[in-house]
Every structure is written in structure tokens, then in C-alpha cells.
């Protein structure tokens, strides 16, 4: 039995949730076993646990070669959209050169970001608290860093891109976005205004600020956030075999930034609150893993990707495979049946023991056509997302296509 699954049963849905690796749950154990102490404490105990947190805290940290102090803990990767998202758009009134203040703070993103930002940007133009611009994407699903930097404009804040797509494993350009958003700072027309008033040791030259969610990202893409030239990135534990309820938002260090949180100065004010030392241990424990083995499991997950479309283009030669096939995640096949309810298939091979989804989990109880295929030009068209992961084999793949091919047979086609 492969860890955190079902004999017999064949998960391939690790974009949605991840098995939690048996040596996180050992060492959060251990540490929930054997130690107590609030860390913000001054007795023995607590600093004892103040001080495997922060041990956690630099480790997370070197495998993104960040300064420890620019590390924050969340709970999930919502939690740290939300947090990058409303610091940038806070920080922008208390930043800003009162001669700046008459036009709103503005969001640059895509038209296919995950829905823990495109909803918060909804939110945010709903109620007159920022204007967002939602840059198309190709029909390969990537976003042209020129497009980016033809929406970014005076009262730009913050910039803010996916780094790999939950749903159809797309990878954006996040180096050459970065180069866009610095090159701007250079240039831009309020920067000599904004001095005037702040002095010279002001945060304007921090705007626009560039935000990744990382969350698909972090298993096996370049995560050194010096290179990919970030000031924010998001990413949580449920998505590398890691706990539940955990995540990191990395803010590079001087930024103008102004926190959501209010009621404790834990996290550096960023995220108040007790924190969860024995997550952050098991967090620590889940890159240390992820990272070791991040190359191989690329080249692994990328051989099984390509042999599973191979298969399936054998079985259905008129499937449609969405997003691009070069720049793509090594574990994500996101494909479409012409003629097929891709619900009812999804439901067909879940009474046979196979995992899949229909769409983004986020999104399975909306209701509604996936936004992002729609901006793909696939309107109405549905979807199945296999996404695999280290316990996944050729014989699940085999199993699962002639599976697919039997279920295919017992299904009329729609016209």
C-alpha cells in the first residue's frame, strides 16, 4: 500500500490535495509528543519551541535563498494570496505621495489565476478599493510579458501572476515578468514626485511590487526567489506532501507592506497569532524532501506525463489537450473529450477506483464553466484534470486508459 492511499485505489489528483509524506507526520509528532511552550513565552519551554520554529523558519528559507526574517507562516495558500494581495493594495495609501492618492491603487493580473486571487480582485473592484486589469493569456495558456507590460501604469501596485496553473499546469514566464515590473520602477514618472515628499530613503521605488502564487510551482520549478526577482510568493504545504493547514508567504525585506492582521506581533505583525510550531517543523521536513528530489521527480513525472497523453491520443484521437504542451508542470495532463460529459466521466472512473477531477477543486462546487478554459477559447467545453505524483506508475496509467476506453464504450456520445 502506497502511503496515504487505498489498495487498490489510483489517485491521480495530487493538484488538489497531496498524501502527507510519513516522515512530516513523524517529525510533527515527535515535536507535538515532547514539547510545550508557547514561542513567544520567556520560560525554558517556550523558548526551547521559539527555537525549533525559527530553525524551521531558516531552513524553509535556504531553499529559497531568503533571509529567514522573510519567511512568514500561514495556513494555507489562500491565506497568503490574501495577505500579498491586501499588503500591497493597505501599503499603497500610507506610501503613496498625497498628489498620487486621487486614482485608485491598481492590480495587474491574468485572466486564469487562481481563484484566491481573481476573486479577491473581483472583490476589490466590486467595492471601489482598487482597479484591477486581467491580462489575456495565449491559447497555450501563457502570458506575454509585454502585454504585462503594457497594463502596468502610474498607480500600479502590484503585479501578480501564477507561477504554474492548478488546472491546466500552464508555467508563465515569471523571470521575464519580473524584468517588465523592475524595469518600470526604473522609469516611472511618480518616482521623483513620491521623494519629494518621503525623502529619498522612500518605499515608492518598491511599486509595483511582483506576487507569484507558487503553490503547483514549488515541487519542481526554480523556487530561488533572487532569480525569478519576486517581492512576494505564496505556497502551501498540501501541495508537496506536506501538512494541512500550512503554508509560507515569502515578503522581501523592505517593501512597503502594510499588514491585514491586527491583535499580536507574532510573524513580525505580518500573521498574528500563536504559531503552529510542530506544521512549521513538518512544513521544514516537507521541503527539505521536496527539494532533494525535486530534478528526478521532473524527469520521472514528465516520461509518465507524455507516455499517459501517448495512450490516450491511441484510445481518443480527437481529444483536446489544453494548455501548452512544452511549458507545463511534469505531473499535469488536462484533456477533453470531444462529445463526452466530462462530469459523468470523472464519476465513472471514481465507481472504478480512479481518482480524477473535472476541474480546479476550488472550483468544483461553483456551478459554473471553468474561467480559465473559457479564457483558453474552450467555452463550454469540459475537462479532466489527471494530475499524478511519486507514487504514481506506468501500471496506473495503463489501468486507467483501458479503463477509460471500456467507460468511452458504455457512453453515448452527445451531440
Known sequence: MRFGLKKKTIYLDYASLTPVDPAVLDCMHEYDKTHVGNPSGIHA????????????????AGHFSARPEEIFFTGSGTEGNNLAIWGAVLAYG???????????????????????????????????????????????????????????KQNTVLVS???????????????????????????????????????EESHYDSFPLFHTDAAQAVQYCNINVQQLGVDLLSCNGSKMYGPRG????F??????????????????????GTEDVGRAVGLARAFDITRAIADTET????EIRDYFIDELYKIIPDMVVHGSVIERLPNNINIAIPGYNSETIVI?????????????????????????????????????RFSTGRSTTHADIDRTVATLANILKLLTPEK
Open 45 to 60: 519551554d517556550s523558548v526551547e519551541s521559539k527555537q525549533i520554529l525559527e530553525k524551521s523558519r531558516t531552513t524553509i
Open 94 to 152: 500610507s506610501q503613496i505621495a498625497p498628489e498620487a492618492l486621487s486614482v485608485l491603487p491598481h492590480i495587474v493580473t491574468t485572466n486564469i489565476e487562481h481563484s484566491a486571487v481573481r476573486e479577491l480582485c473581483l472583490y476589490l473592484e466590486k467595492t471601489n478599493k482598487a482597479e484591477v486589469t486581467y491580462v489575456a493569456v495565449g491559447a497555450d495558456g501563457i502570458v506575454d510579458p509585454k502585454e504585462i507590460k503594457k497594463a502596468i
Open 161 to 199: 501572476v501564477q507561477y504554474a496553473n492548478n488546472e491546466i499546469g500552464t508555467i508563465q514566464p515569471i523571470r521575464e515578468i519580473a524584468k517588465v515590473v523592475r524595469q518600470y520602477k526604473k522609469t516611472s514618472p511618480l518616482a521623483p514626485l513620491h521623494k519629494q515628499w518621503r525623502g
Open 246 to 249: 500550512s503554508g509560507i508567504l
Open 251 to 272: 515578503k522581501k525585506h523592505g517593501i512597503a507592506f502594510t499588514p491585514v492582521f491586527y491583535g499580536g506581533h507574532q510573524e513580525g505583525g505580518v500573521r498574528p
Open 299 to 302: 524527469i520521472k513525472l514528465t
Open 348 to 384: 465513472y472512473l471514481d465507481a472504478q477506483g480512479i481518482r480524477v477531477s473535472e476541474k480546479s477543486a476550488c472550483q468544483s462546487d461553483s456551478g459554473v464553466d471553468s474561467y480559465v478554459l473559457e479564457a483558453l477559447g474552450y467555452a463550454r467545453m469540459g475537462s479532466i
